[in-house]
């Protein structure tokens, strides 16, 4: 598939929320990884589905 080109600007911005989720997700911290992959959703990244099941992954694990 064609992938939507995305600024510089905005993929380091998805790059430094990238970074910051999975810091969160080490620490245990999922309501915070959550926040965090809504705001790299909010910008459409261009492996935009992957963030939406890791998301659903993550809201599933929180509801146990």
Do not use: W
Not at 28 to 45: F, H, K, S, T
């Amino acid at each position: 598939g064609e992938e939507t080109p995305v600024s510089d600007d905005k993929s380091r911005a998805i790059e430094a929320l990238n970074t910051v989720g999975e810091e969160l997700m080490n620490k245990g911290d999922i309501n915070g990884a959550i926040d965090v992959i809504e705001q790299i959703l909010a910008m459409e990244p261009p492996n935009m589905s992957e963030y939406k099941t890791l998301l659903t992954q993550l809201k599933k694990s929180q509801a146990t």
